[in-house]
RNA sequence: GGUGAGGUGGCAGAGUGGCUAUGCGUUCGCCUGCAAAGCGAAUCUAUAGGGGUUCAAAUCCCUUCCUCACCUCCA
């Protein structure tokens, strides 16, 4: 599997001889998570599905940083402490994304928790001369590390010269950033500087450090992380270690709406449990992988309302295929082929830097071929089980879930179903479509082949009610 | 201003030298008691503008124009 390495930019392999690691920029958390942390997380959490169906393991570590001005001000605003406001955040990250189907990382190391390694990594980035004391704080010398600049691709004299730096004069260089923060006011810890808090920066140097080791697989978040962020994180911690960060560095596009970046300082933001209320899980899954994710992709409530058309053919598909009971025997050999190649050409996709949008299509076509086979009286039960599994284990790479009809309700479906078609038979229109009602407010919409009625059950769009 | 990524049919979106995806939309049709869902056919026959290389370019080169992101916190 290829990836488009921000840093070389350069398509690299992904190693996959041992486990892959990933480290990922999560969230500060201060506020709702909204979209645009859903499609950074949405296409990790599909690329982990992706290289765990190839039978990879996969070690992804996503980060919270809970400590940040941000959090201390909004704590301030609402008279309560920082701790508060980034536990009820992260509860409510949790929430989000298991609603999202995001499978759980193997780690979600917090910022505060890990204050001692930070402290080690300053301590030993001021021994090895990269990093100095001053007046208010601890900093870390751009000038000293040589290949500053060489994510973002940016020259030194520039952002010296750039107007928008602020101006301290404590700091040797204009472009030094903080690693240790002086401070009184609460959260502080003590460190052997003085009581402070760290910078943002350095929280994901020592954290993928230690869950990771030097040298991962993956350092994957935003595009808008490249710099200052991850251009810091690179010489923390290669001044550190003197070994490469990370073999390779995914960037994941934003999501604009109006074609404008959505973020918090715009104000133009989705949150997370609005678009949830509006689409479900699965019309943001596909969304966020309609696009390659390297690309920005745009809210739009008419892209969306497309995508439900698709959701619907998939719970088509997926009931014709568990509820296919035409026995006639045929040839399959020429289905296992079809669903085979549909496979590859599914794979190669995803290997060839992760094209979702290409895979997708892939996916598309292979639910229409299945809805082609119902619609036309082919789908046999041995058709079906050639197709279903793949069509499974695409569903599952995708993240995507189909509403699950309990035991019960089945029975209920097809008692009702009978009734209605000995109405319909009869003629008695009426009762029969009032079976129908009934059969609706159960969320399942009636499919009337030839010969036979077959049902699916419908996930409930918030835009549509 | 600097850096990076882009500009593909009505819309979304693949494709990095020849075989011009895919989906949505639109029109007509099939199926149906009527629907719904699904399916079929047709339609659009696109590659920002200009130049060049080539037998052949969306794809390579030059140039113009445009968009977005980053250069401050940001996924």
């Given at each position: 599997m290829k990836i488009l390495d921000t840093l070389s930019g350069a398509e690299k392999d992904v190693d996959i001889s041992d486990s892959v690691r990933i480290y990922l920029c999560g969230v500060t958390v201060y506020d709702e998570s909204h979209i645009g942390h859903a499609r950074t997380i949405i296409v990790f959490d599909t690329l982990r599905r992706y290289l765990e169906s190839k039978g990879v393991r996969v070690n992804l570590v996503q980060n919270f940083t809970d400590v940040d001005d941000k959090i201390i001000n909004r704590a301030n605003k609402e008279n309560t402490s920082a701790e508060k406001i980034s536990t009820k955040y992260i509860t409510n990250y949790f929430d989000d994304f298991y609603r999202l189907n995001v499978k759980r990382a193997n780690s979600y190391p917090k910022a505060t928790e890990h204050i001692p390694d930070m402290i080690n990594l300053i301590q030993g980035l001021i021994d090895k001369g990269f990093a100095y004391v001053s007046k208010n704080g601890v900093y870390f010398s751009?000038?000293?590390?040589?290949?500053?600049?060489?994510l973002s691709k940016k020259k030194i004299e520039e952002l010296i010269s750039g107007a928008r730096i602020e101006v301290d004069e404590?700091?040797?260089?204009?472009t030094d950033f903080a690693l240790w923060k002086f401070a009184d006011e609460s959260p502080t810890w003590e460190s052997p500087w003085g009581k402070g808090r760290p910078g943002w920066h350095i929280e994901c140097s020592a954290m993928s450090l230690k869950y990771?080791?030097?040298?991962?697989e993956i350092h994957g978040g935003g595009r808008d992380l490249i710099f200052p962020h991850h251009e810091n994180e690179i010489a923390q911690s290669e001044a550190f270690s003197?070994?490469?960060?990370?073999k390779i560095w995914m960037h994941i596009g934003m999501v604009t709406i109006n074609g404008e970046k959505m973020s918090k300082s715009l104000g133009n933001t989705k949150s997370i449990d609005f678009v949830l209320k509006r689409w479900g899980p699965n019309i943001i899954r596909l969304f966020c992988l309609s696009g390659h994710y390297s690309k920005p992709i745009d809210y739009s409530e008419d892209l969306l309302k497309e995508t439900i058309i698709k959701w619907r053919q998939v719970e088509n598909c997926y009931f014709e295929l568990i509820l296919a009971d035409n026995s006639v025997s045929e040839s399959d050999e020429l289905i296992k082929g079809v669903v085979n190649e549909a496979e590859n050409e599914f794979d190669d996709a995803l290997d060839s830097d992760f094209n979702t949008p290409l895979a997708l299509s892939v996916f598309f076509k292979l639910v229409k071929g299945a809805n082609q086979l119902a619609s036309s009286e082919k789908l046999t039960r041995n058709i079906s089980d050639n197709i279903l599994p793949t069509f499974l284990k695409m569903l599952s790479i995708l993240g995507l879930k189909v509403i699950e009809v309990t035991d019960d309700e089945k029975l209920k479906i097809s008692s009702l179903i009978k009734q209605r078609n000995m109405l319909r038979n009869q003629k008695k229109f009426q009762e029969a479509d009032a079976i129908r009602k009934q059969i609706s407010d159960m969320d399942i919409v009636l499919i009337d082949h030839k010969n036979k009625t077959l049902w699916m059950k419908q996930e409930k769009i918030g835009i549509e009610n």
């Open positions: 751009v000038l000293k590390f040589k290949d500053y600049g060489k404590t700091k040797k260089d204009p990771l080791g030097s040298n991962f003197g070994i490469n960060f990370a």
